[in-house]
């Protein structure tokens, strides 16, 4: 019924954009999404053009209630960039970025992915603060915040966002800003994608500048010693540098990365390399595109995956005794706790000024079982939901909506707390009453 729907809604003027449905040859190669666990059967996938397509497919979808899931660049944990029996908005052919050099702002397609940023941006020697993956979509990671190896020194992503085009669940294209529609503006700067498609980012760019990398790893038997030292190390680090350090049953990897400036740069990012004995790496020899692409085989298309995530205040010995308590019932090696550093830019911007919340925490959290069988899903969901569970006991409250493989009002509320989930229940009635975009860690609508 829904192919039918779209193919008479359409006779005549569907000119741009593509449809797709279970008996077309495409079909099994764009149902899929990155998470293998998220293994659904659409009705109708949608290969949007432009935003009058987007805008086409918004309505229909509000006017005879069809589910409808929107594919950034398909990377949502709990695989909500797709459905079954419902209709798939995918914005992937959207994927335009055109950067301008003397604004120093780059227009991005909905679906464009950080690979395409990145390269856009590189030629110029220009950067947006985005993720570490660059097969990730821009908007999924924008709409939830976007953190990274810049952020200390930039802000999240949100905070180079100068406006974005966005279809509402009525289908108008309302363009939003700090000066258009700025309550709107406040909710996508975390509030993920409840108040509609965004069919155009405009981001400020920032020069990058020189960048050193180092890259180390530390055997089991210094894994306490070494994230004590680590502990140490980064309480004194810039703001120009970055530092993440992931924890395996077999490998502590620790990751500094400076940039803007050369001065003091070898001596500080070396500091990381002598963590404790026995480790092993190098600094430099990685250029930052390299950097930005260096998880995209291990995150690959079509692996398994569970996250969730959280804020930790400070790096502390209690810290470190629950990711080596955690980490030693791994379910496979490929299983991991992440630690990414916060601070520095991203606790200048006011935490009421974005629904984003946790701008104050030191750290941020990922327990992340990877695995490729679908039976070993159980086990890998239950560690990754224990581990997850421990580390959630000595956390801040406040949580980063991107990397939550559950989901639910109860997700979303723990996210934003009380006051802003208010804000933005209010915010959602105005723009999508009808909760047309429920697929997502979601915000009901002010009753």
């Known amino acids: 019924m829904i192919l039918t729907k779209i193919a008479a809604t359409f006779d005549g003027g ?4 593509s449809l797709v449905g279970p008996d077309h040859k495409e079909y099994e190669r764009l149902r899929k999404v990155w998470n293998g666990v998220a293994d659904r059967r659409p009705a109708a996938i949608v290969r949007a053009r ?24 398909g990377h949502s944990l709990p695989g909500l960039s797709t459905c079954d029996n419902g209709i798939v908005l995918d914005l992937s052919l959207m994927n335009n970025v055109v950067v301008d050099r003397a604004s120093r702002v780059a227009e991005v397609g909905g679906g464009a992915l950080l690979g395409n940023l990145d390269a856009a ?9 985005a993720g570490i993956i660059s097969h990730t979509g821009v908007a999924g990671l924008t709409l939830g915040g976007g953190m990274g190896w810049l952020s200390r020194r930039f802000g999240l992503t949100i905070d180079s966002l100068a406006g974005a085009d966005i279809v509402t669940a009525d ?27 965004v069919t155009k980012f405009r981001f400020r760019m920032h020069p990058l500048g020189p960048v050193l990398i180092g890259q180390w790893n530390y055997p089991p038997a210094t894994f306490r010693t070494a994230l004590a030292s680590y502990a140490e190390v980064a309480a004194k680090a810039p703001r120009e540098l970055t530092s993440a350090v992931t924890l395996t049953s077999t490998n502590l990897s620790v990751t500094a990365v ?8 070898e001596a500080t990012v070396s500091r990381y390399g002598r963590l404790a004995q026995s480790g092993s790496g190098k600094l430099g020899g990685l250029t ?10 291990h995150f690959a298309w079509g692996r398994r995956y569970y996250a969730k995530g959280g804020f930790l205040q400070d790096f502390d010995e209690h810290a470190i005794g629950c990711l080596l308590e955690a980490i030693a019932d791994a379910p496979t090696t490929a299983s991991e706790l992440y630690i990414l550093q916060l601070g520095g830019a991203i606790s200048d911007v006011d935490e009421g000024a974005t629904a ?6 030191g750290f941020y959290w990922i327990a992340e079982p990877v695995w490729d069988l679908a039976d070993a899903d159980a086990r890998c969901i239950a560690w990754g939901r224990l581990a997850g569970q421990r580390l959630s006991e000595i956390s ?28 933005l229940a209010k915010l959602k009635a105005r723009f999508d009453p009808s909760n047309v975009f429920r697929l997502n860690q979601n915000i009901e609508p002010a009753s």
Do not use: M
């Open 14 to 17: 569907w000119a741009t954009g």
């Open 50 to 73: 432009n935003s009058g397509d987007v805008s086409k497919i918004v309505k229909l979808a509000a006017q005879d209630e069809f589910r409808l899931a929107v594919r950034g660049g």
């Open 121 to 129: 941006g590189s030629s110029a020697d220009l950067v947006t603060p």
């Open 171 to 197: 289908g108008r294209l309302v363009q939003t800003s700090p000066e258009v529609e700025p309550e709107l503006f406040w909710g996508i700067r975390g509030g993920g994608g409840n108040f509609g498609v």
């Open 258 to 265: 400076w940039s803007g400036s050369t001065h003091d740069a």
């Open 288 to 297: 930052f595109l390299q950097l930005q692409s260096r998880n995209d085989a």
């Open 356 to 361: 984003y919340s946790g701008r104050q925490a």
């Open 396 to 423: 801040r409250a406040g949580n980063y909506v991107n990397e939550q493989a559950d989901f639910g009002k109860d997700v979303a509320y723990d996210a934003y707390g009380a006051e802003k989930y208010k804000r």
